[in-house]
């Protein structure tokens, strides 16, 4: 049974972006209270044995900041406060954070992927969110203080590179030929080598690729020194297997698979805590079917918790139809990436696919790491999977204690749902409907902040949210709906504004949340969705041709709306997806141009045929092969 509150807060509490558990900014065991001229605080404490007094921030205004030893029933004891003849406001104490993080990183201003300002041509805004998303969270470790490893299988490394944080396994002796932590390597000190089975991943001084890549993921943030990576500094897994041949691959995948699965077995004290691995590499064309031992691997690493972001051909095709190794495997635990550009569109080499490729990110001009301490940019599929794996780390280290703990226990089902946050809060791009799973590319501060989306604070009911999207660019008609299964009484509150109701209407493109707090319990959850901008339905012309006797006439129609598909009419009711109307008479019509989101425009046009001719004369041809008929 669901009971609505219309209660009305009589303290202003603006948790649009707030989150639950972890990352709520309450500090429910601390208050801030103006009490009323003449009233001291060491006597008003006096009558509630849990708080003390910690400070007092304004003399003239009898600010004080008050401690509470413990956070059981916090709304409670604070609306206790509210409603005290000694108090003139009263509301917790909270966190603040920066609205952006821009990192201190001397070529920062190179990487458009992360923060585009319209550098080299580019489209303001047209990057990942990045540093909104270090607003919330920038760390390399979890809640629980586990380590963050992301695992590049590509060429050999550079080992000595000043700005990655590279993976060691302490728990092996570097050269002395035995397998000390039993994982199945010997000496695996600096990682794995597919190539000649050896720790020895420094040959020839390391891959650019390899290099490139690693650092797109995980680049050391603020360090005053290169670049930045999605996530700053997580520790990087070197394992060199990225080949022609799908035997390495295999071998690749199963060392981390090793290394994760001796994590879990000895409960952090070796191995690593490996959440995603980066593949940039594959073969084109290449069908599942003949491929079915190097598919059944992402499966195999996904049942320890392991979720891999792996490149599209480098090739303008519909992988749904050419098919294309890895990214056409029907893996849930792969992320399948395509590359676009610093104006948000599908880059023109990147291949596509509305089934088989999950998500875009930056891939074209990305600025990072390269051997001997350089830095370098490149392009390719090969630069946007990292930008993915690199998310996946930020989303854990963003996670609260237990959602950590949970994934932990249930690492296979956890892992995706980090992956369902990670695709459900793209920004949308014309460009890639119809040519994505999700029809966007990466949204960094959307993904960390839904995050919270968790049940983090145990609260004992559930909470779904459902929402349609606005039709049309300059249209506010996106609504949103808030279902809670649990037995008291529940206040909503959207970020817009509204509350007591667990419904809005009339939203216009933009970002909102909306927190579910349980009066009874003392328990809040919050969501967070996006209405986004479709892009605009422009009808640019329209070209008649009339009808003459005996034929029919037509009205071709010149619009377009993105990637969409529209639909054509010259009634508003039966619409057909070719843009050539046929008419039978001419006269006044009104044409009609509908997109699949739902947007309609209109326009009047006039099609003005050809009289009959009529001859009243004799017509004679010169010179005269006709006599007097004219034909």
């Known amino acids: 049974m669901r009971f609505l509150s219309v209660l009305v807060l009589v303290f202003a509490m603006n948790l649009a972006c707030a989150q639950i558990g972890y990352n709520d900014p309450r500090v429910l065991n601390q208050y801030l209270v103006m009490l009323k001229p003449g009233i001291k605080a060491d006597d008003f404490v006096k009558a509630y044995p849990s708080v003390q007094v910690n400070r007092c921030l304004s003399k003239h205004m009898n600010i004080w900041l008050l401690n509470r030893n413990t956070t059981t029933r916090a709304e409670s004891f604070l609306a206790g406060l509210q409603k005290s003849s000694a108090v003139k406001m009263a509301q917790f104490n909270h966190h603040l954070k920066q609205r952006s993080v821009v990192p201190n990183d001397s070529l920062f201003g190179l990487q458009w992927n992360l923060f585009n300002t319209g550098q080299n041509g580019g489209n303001v805004g047209a990057d990942i969110d990045a540093p909104e998303g270090w607003a919330i969270n920038h760390n390399n470790v979890t809640a629980t ?43 695996d000190y600096y990682g794995w080598n597919v190539y000649d089975t050896s720790g020895n991943i420094n040959l020839n001084g390391g891959d650019p690729h390899s290099m490139h890549v690693a650092g797109i993921a995980g680049a050391i943030g603020n360090n005053q020194k290169g670049i930045a990576g999605v996530c700053w500094g997580p520790k990087i897994l ?22 994760r699965r001796e994590y879990n077995n000895s409960f952090g004290s070796q191995g690593a805590f490996v959440v995603a691995t980066n593949s940039s590499f594959g073969v084109d064309f290449g069908n599942p079917a003949d491929y079915p031992l190097w598919c059944a691997m992402y499966d195999s690493m996904g049942a320890v ?25 029907p893996s849930k635990w792969m992320v399948s990436v395509t590359n676009t550009t610093n104006t948000d569109h599908l880059n023109s080499g990147a291949a596509f696919g509305k089934v088989s490729i999950d998500i875009g990110a930056p891939g074209t001009g990305i600025y990072s790491t390269v051997r001997l301490n350089e830095y370098g940019s490149n392009t390719g599929t ?34 995706l749902w980090v992956k369902n946050m990670l695709l459900s809060n793209v920004t949308r791009l014309s460009g890639l409907y119809n040519k994505t799973v999700t029809g966007g590319k990466l949204n960094l501060y959307h993904a960390i902040n839904n995050v919270g989306q968790y049940n983090c604070s ?31 009484y529940y206040l909503y509150n959207w970020s817009n504004g509204t509350s007591g109701t667990d419904s809005i209407a009339n939203l216009c493109p933009g970002y ?3 927190t579910v707090t349980d009066t009874l319990n003392d328990c809040q959850q919050i ?20 009808v003459i006797p005996g034929d029919s006439g037509n009205i071709i129609v010149s619009a377009h709306e993105g990637n969409y598909i529209l639909g054509y009419s010259l009634d508003s009711v039966n619409y057909q997806t070719g843009s050539t109307l046929i008419i039978s008479s001419n006269g006044n019509y009104t044409v009609y141009v509908k997109s699949e989101t739902g947007c309609q425009v209109q326009q009047n046009v006039t099609v003005t045929g050809i009289e009959n001719i009529v001859f009243d004369n004799d017509w004679k041809l010169y010179p005269n092969p006709a006599n007097d008929a004219l034909n």
């Open 382 to 415: 090969s630069m946007a999977s990292p930008h993915i794996a690199g998310a996946i780390a930020c989303l854990y280290a963003a996670a609260c204690p237990k959602l950590i703990n949970d994934y932990k226990s249930y690492s296979d089902s956890i892992s």
């Open 145 to 187: 203080g586990d380590s963050i490893v992301i695992a590049i299988i590509d060429g050999t490394f550079d080992l000595t590179h000043e700005d990655l944080n590279f993976f060691i396994n302490y728990a092996e002796v570097p050269n002395n030929g035995i397998d000390d932590d039993g994982n199945g390597y010997i000496d």
């Open 458 to 488: 145990d609260c004992n009911y559930g909470v779904s949210l459902s929402y349609t999207q606005p039709t049309c660019s300059y249209t506010c008609n996106g609504s949103a709906k808030i279902t809670v299964t649990g037995n008291s």
């Open 527 to 546: 969501r967070d969705f996006s209405m986004y901008k479709p892009d605009s339905l422009i009808l640019s012309s329209i070209t008649t041709i009339p």
């Open 305 to 329: 918790g392991i979720l891999s972001a792996t490149a599209t051909a480098n090739n303008p095709i519909d992988v749904d139809v050419s098919l294309d190794l890895p990214t056409a495997c």
């Open 238 to 259: 070197r394992v060199a297997g990225a080949t022609e041949l799908e035997s390495e691959a295999v071998a690749a995948y199963d060392y981390v698979i090793a290394m």
């Open 512 to 514: 909102y949340s909306v």
